[in-house]
Structure formats: C-alpha cells, structure tokens
C-alpha cells in the first residue's frame, strides 16, 4: 500500500536512497499533479489532513537533482520541473505565472503573473492574481478569487500540522497574508490587508459582545484589518487583530452577494 511505504521512508529516511521508495514518493507526487490525491481534503464530517501525502511531498526534495530549465530566454535552476501542456488542462497562464509539478490546477483556473507551489490544490474557476502565491499544499476551493499579492502559506518552510484551506466562493482581497494552517470557511471575504496567522484574534464585533475565534473564519464573513491594545512590561500597545463586521448574504448570484457585501460594508478590496 503507497500509504504505508511512505510512512516506513518517513521513519527511516536511509530508504531515500532505495530505487523503488523513490518511485513511490514520485507515485504520490503524480496523482497529486493529477488531482487523484490531496494533502487535504473535504468529507461529510469536515476536512480530512492526509498527512502521509504531505511527507511524500517533504521527501520528495531530497531525492531530487537540481537541473537548469530553460524557458525561452528565461533560465532556472531547481530541483523542482514545472507544470506543462495547460491548454489541454484548460488553464489559463498569463506570463509570468509559474506553477510547480505536483500541483494540481483544475479547468478554468486563471493564473496571472503568480506562483503555485507543489502539493497545492487549485480548484475549478479560481483566479491567482498578480503576484499572489499559493504555498505548498494549501487548497484552494472552486471560483475563488485571490487578490494582487495575495499570501496564502505553505506547510514546507517550515513544517506546519496542516495546510491553509481557503474554501470555495472566498474572496481575497489585496495584500492578504493567510498562514499557519488558517481556515477560511465558503462565501467569506477579507478585505484588503487582512493577516490571518494560528495566533490571530479573529474577533466578531456584529453583535452586543465581541466573540473571539482563532484559526478560523466562519462561513460568509467580512473581515477587516484592525487592532486591539495589549499590556507588555514596557506599556499598553496596539496588536493587530481580524475583525468580523458582517456577513455576506446566502445567494444563488455570488458575484451579486460579493459586490452587496463589498457596498454594504465598505470594505477595501
């Protein structure tokens, strides 16, 4: 079983140097290109984190020989190859958008200018705009729309428990940092320089008291940058916090309750 070989080279990484334990570390790295395996994914009772797929992914660096690539005029040199044949994948891929091998990138993904790591999953009708990155392993639900320089981490660099999950109809404004495992559940929209780490106060400030959530952005949520005082030895200062002003409305029309969620909040995008 795949599974169960990559968590025996997990434990004893002098396998790396086994032909057949390279071969099924690069087994996993194909069907994560191909969609048919995810480092995480939906169920019936919420996200499933397939940790075995993430290790291969880890794995897969050291058994890799850095190599140049040649791109017309353009030259890198990794370990890494890039993605190929987008027209049959039915991607667009504006220059310069790089996506690696080992990521899968679904029909009627826009890529502008961009980066998308390996083990991401990029789901159908999204657009990367320019300068966004996709981190390693983060998934990246369907029509979601990710800002100019839009942040989304990865799990590599270093290690993180689980990849960022960002799910489907989200709206990512510009300037977007989401890290550390964060979870952006349907339908929410954060608007322009919302930072989103494991640490962040999430703050819902729609009602009467101020209810606080970490790691986590509820289903059709406008969040917002802004700041809460906190005490150091050395006085009183301003933290920076995610606040929740309001909720996006349930509607069949997504870009119609994008566009009234933007209007009604005003909110910087």
Not at 62 to 89: C, S, W
Request: net charge negative; with cysteine.
């Amino acid at each position: 079983m795949l599974q169960q070989t990559i968590e025996n080279i997990w434990d004893n990484r002098e396998l790396l140097k086994d032909e057949e334990s390279q071969k099924s570390i690069r087994e996993v790295i194909r069907q994560l290109d191909l969609g048919e395996l995810r480092v995480a994914e939906p169920t019936e009772n919420g996200w499933k984190v397939n940790e075995w797929v993430k290790k291969a992914v880890v794995m897969y660096f050291p058994i890799q020989k850095m190599e140049t690539i040649e791109v017309g005029p353009f030259e890198f040199h990794d370990k890494m190859p890039l993605k190929r044949n987008y027209a049959e994948k039915g991607v667009r891929v504006v220059p310069h958008a790089v996506a690696r091998e080992g990521a899968f990138i679904a029909s009627g993904v826009i890529l502008m200018p961009s980066y998308v790591n390996i083990g991401a999953y990029v789901d159908s009708g999204t657009m990367v705009d320019t300068w966004a990155t996709v981190g390693s392993c983060a998934q990246i639900g369907k029509d979601v729309h990710l800002s100019g320089g839009v942040g989304i981490g990865g799990v590599l660099e270093p290690l993180q428990a689980a990849p960022v999950i960002i799910e489907d109809n989200v709206f990512v404004g510009s300037r977007c940092i989401v890290v550390e495992g964060v979870h952006v559940e349907k339908e929410a929209v954060l608007g322009a320089n919302v930072v989103l780490t494991a640490s962040t106060k999430i703050i819902d400030v729609t009602g009467p008291e101020p209810v606080e959530i970490k790691g986590r952005v509820p289903a059709r949520s406008v969040v917002i940058p802004g700041s809460y005082t906190k005490q150091f030895p050395a006085g009183e200062y301003q933290v920076p916090c995610a606040l929740i002003i309001g909720q996006r409305k349930e509607s069949t029309d997504k870009k119609t309750s994008l566009n009234d969620a933007l209007r009604e909040n005003n909110v910087s995008v």
